[in-house]
């Protein structure tokens, strides 16, 4: 296959690029071999752009998102990823073809900064082609949704690209308008491509779950009912429009497309779904589906940047959470809930209506107003936690009702690149029952300031392609990381039963760290990982529901964040010892976060660099 990624630009390929400027990557640009790197000069940052936009061709929606849809790469605006098999064995070839390009390559001619990215780019495309090389699937290439079915309850375009052209694709100019129309006439063919990976997989007698099934399928139909009424995508079109002042006629347009095409092919997904249903059973891990002990070892390494097992893993969650609960039980004891086990006394807790949000829309404001209080204060703390700081735009928003019933209770990331799309924070709110008064601010520290807002805010000022690659253990590691630096910063002096949240949060994660390995690794029930939530942890039944069902759709994600967190407590330590009263605790955020997003063996080279560079 000839591999033209790099004709994106209007530079010259590798093969024949030089520059007057260029440095000699390796010292050894006459060596022989198969590595332009080696071959050639040409400057380490414009390889590592080449190498970000031959990327963004084959995930144009990356390029709508980051904000770099322009110039001479606006053509990635009309386009959708190819979801064929063909088109993912391109994707592979591509990623293969730069890890290749890296082979032999000799670092020391690199600044720091250099060798990270150069390490975050062979990290993150080395594993994902080796994601690619196993039989079914869907692999995020630096991201995190690692999935073994291409479509079920919170997997596949059915619900990601509402939500995407409804919140990220632009709609202010007549050049936006007609890129959303052509990612609309494309999206039938992006449904099709799953389509055919979703049959594949099943000859192979890879079927999902029946209670993921049942989930995807209420959902598919709600889907495609909105298409069918002309709903999808065209009702938020004709917002968007409206406040652009661009005419309507183009929302006729795109109903054309999704009361027909766009509805058939949906109705095939659907049919497919069915079809699968009518063979599916109840067990719930990887060791039941064929090859699933392979697929499950590469999920995990993925997802934790490490090779530590799933025995290794399960016992690592047993431990932290024995820990995190002995914190939790003299605060439990102050307040009066000295009866039982920690979880049982948080269970107890939850019932209690001083912490309760109002039921239905009344609630679901108070949630929102809640949030923005937590991000007010928050945010006028950062100046005693980092010595570089940034301005997220942080907008608050309730995830797509189609979405909720399969997700957990928030989530959240960073703006675009450009500053034209805001960090954002989607909030599940299905029902109120889902958070807590004593729970919600830490949720929020996560999910925006110091948490993915934040964090991405640094991430967007590094080379693209690192604002491109994203590691599940450093992001949401850090997330958690954020937690602690709220609780570190006085979130919760003046209301105990919040830290009891905090703590609760990280327990909940040492958590899945048991549950996600049980299900995958020790054959647990479905059952059996909600009852561990619940009778170990006291969470919510409500909560956990979602949450077990996602680590059956998501392998392996769920063990990134405590593995992260650990390890960057880990290195604070070690910054701690090695440093004496040198250490400096904004000095130490601030290495970290101006890092940027990494595996965490390059997160430890960073530390390492630190504390060289203060001494």
Known sequence: MVMNGFSLTRRQTLAGLT?????????????????ALRQMTIAPDEWLDQVAFGMLQYEPERATALGVDTGEYAPLRSKLEDQSIEGQREYAAYLRWVVTQMEGLDESGLT???????QVVRSAFATAAEGFDLPYGDVAVGSWRNAPYVVIQNVGSYLDMPRFMDSTHPLQTGEDAEAYLRRLQQFPAVLM???ERMESARAMGVVPPDF???????????TLADAQSGELFVAQMKTNLEKS????????MADQYVRFPIAVALEAQLKELKTQRAMAKSNAGMWAQPGGEEWYAWALKASTTT??????????????????HARMDPILRDIGYDSGSVGERMQALSRDPRYQFAQGDAGRAEIMAFIKGRIDWITAQMPRAFNTLVEPNVEVRRLPLAEEPGAPGAYGGAGSKDGTIPARM??????????RKYDLADLTYHESIPGHA????????????????????????WALYAEQLADELGAYDDFQVGRLGYLQSLAFRACRLVVDTGLHHKRWTREQGRQFFVERNGSKPEEVASEVDRYCSWPGQACGYKIGHSQIVDQRERAKRAMGDAYDFKGFNTAVVLGGNAPLDVMEKTVTRYIANAG
């Open 245 to 252: 002042g661009l005419p309507l006629r183009l929302a006729a």
């Open 454 to 477: 934040w964090e991405g805010e640094f991430s967007n000022r590094l080379p693209l392609i690192r604002s491109i690659l994203a590691f599940n253990a450093f992001s949401e590691g």
């Open 193 to 195: 491509g799953e389509l």
């Open 112 to 118: 720091p900064d250099q060798q990270t990215s150069f």
């Open 19 to 35: 520059a007057s400027t260029a440095l000699t990557l390796g010292g050894c640009s006459t060596t022989s071999g198969p590595s």
């Open 212 to 222: 993921l099934l049942d989930k995807a399928i209420a959902q598919m139909e709600r």
């Open 426 to 435: 989607w909030i599940n709110l299905r029902t109120t029952d889902l958070h």
């Open 307 to 324: 090779t530590l097992s799933p025995d290794e893993i399960h016992e690592q969650g047993l431990e932290e959470l024995d820990a995190l």
